[in-house]
């Protein structure tokens, strides 16, 4: 029943920006954890922004600065800003959520950024 859907992605340039957008339905997401990650062929999924319930963020240090993730509870969406984009942020973005004390999570089916000039 739960569904995450992804949207926003798509080609960028060198330096431009793109908003990343998670509706997730079927449930109620406030005790979870939300989150970004992304992976490139060959390479490990990597986490590249979460926040949390109470809103605390985390970044991996490629994006700091760069990046904002932010969550809308009413409206059940998590969202990632990137800004100053970079060739080397290509990859297909996953977005994730994780209750903060049950073991439940659930991953959507991905969207592709490509930044490329």
């Known amino acids: 029943q739960v569904q995450l859907v992804e949207s926003g992605g798509g080609l960028v340039q060198p330096g431009g920006s793109l908003r990343l957008v998670c509706a997730a339905s079927?449930?109620?997401?406030?005790?979870?954890?939300m989150g970004w990650y992304r992976q490139v062929p060959g390479k490990q999924r990597e986490l590249v922004a979460v926040?949390?319930?109470?809103?605390?963020?985390n970044y991996a240090d490629s994006v700091k600065g760069r990046f904002t993730i932010s969550r809308d509870n009413a409206k059940s969406t998590v969202s990632l800003q990137m800004n100053s984009l970079k060739p080397e942020d290509t990859a297909n973005y996953y977005c994730?959520?994780?209750?903060?004390?049950?073991?439940?999570?659930?991953w959507g089916k991905g969207t592709l950024v490509t930044v490329s000039s």
């Open positions: 994730h959520v994780r209750h903060r004390v049950i073991a439940l999570d659930y």
């Open positions: 079927g449930g109620i997401f406030n005790n979870y954890r």
């Open positions: 926040i949390t319930a109470g809103g605390i963020t």
